[in-house]
Nanobody, 128 residues
Framework: EVQLQASGGGLVQAGGSLRLSCTAS????????IGWFRQAPGKEREGVAA????????YYTDPVKGRATISSDNTRNTVYLQMNALTAEDTAVYYC?????????????????????WGRGTQVTVSS
C-alpha cells in the first residue's frame, strides 16, 4: 500500500522556521514528483513546492518563493520542505502529494500536479 507520511508540523512563532518531511513507501520514488500543498481554514487548497527526485527539478509558488527550499533524499525516499520567515499566512494543513512524473511541469506547475497519492496532512500554525 502506497503511503506518504508527513511530519514536522507544529506551532512556531512568526519569523521562525520549520522543516516538514515526507517519507514515501511502497512505490518507485523516482517515478513520481513529490509536492506539498496546503489548505488554510476557509481558503482553497494551494500548491507550495514540488520536486522531481529523478532529475532534481524544483518548483515553487509565489507565496513561498525565496522562503522555502524543497529537497529530496532518495536513499531515504524522503522529501523535505524547509520554510523560513514564517508568517500567519503560512498557517495551514500541509499535505504531501505524489504525482506520476512525465517530465518538467513548466509554468503553473501546481495546476498540472494532479496528485496520484495524498498523505495525511500535518498542521502548521504560525503565531503572531
Amino acid at each position: 500500500e502506497v503511503q506518504l507520511q508527513a511530519s514536522g508540523g507544529g506551532l512556531v512563532q512568526a519569523g521562525g522556521s520549520l522543516r516538514l518531511s515526507c517519507t514515501a513507501s511502497d512505490f518507485r520514488f523516482d517515478d513520481y514528483a513529490i509536492g506539498w500543498f496546503r489548505q488554510a481554514p476557509g481558503k482553497e487548497r494551494e500548491g507550495v513546492a514540488a520536486i522531481s527526485p529523478r532529475d532534481g527539478t524544483t518548483y515553487y509558488t509565489d507565496p513561498v518563493k525565496g522562503r522555502a527550499t524543497i529537497s529530496s533524499d532518495n536513499t531515504r525516499n524522503t522529501v523535505y520542505l524547509q520554510m523560513n520567515a514564517l508568517t500567519a499566512e503560512d498557517t495551514a494543513v500541509y499535505y504531501c502529494v505524489a504525482d506520476y512524473y512525465l517530465g518538467p511541469y513548466g509554468p503553473g506547475w501546481d495546476k498540472r500536479f494532479l496528485g496520484d497519492y495524498w498523505g495525511r496532512g500535518t498542521q502548521v500554525t504560525v503565531s503572531s
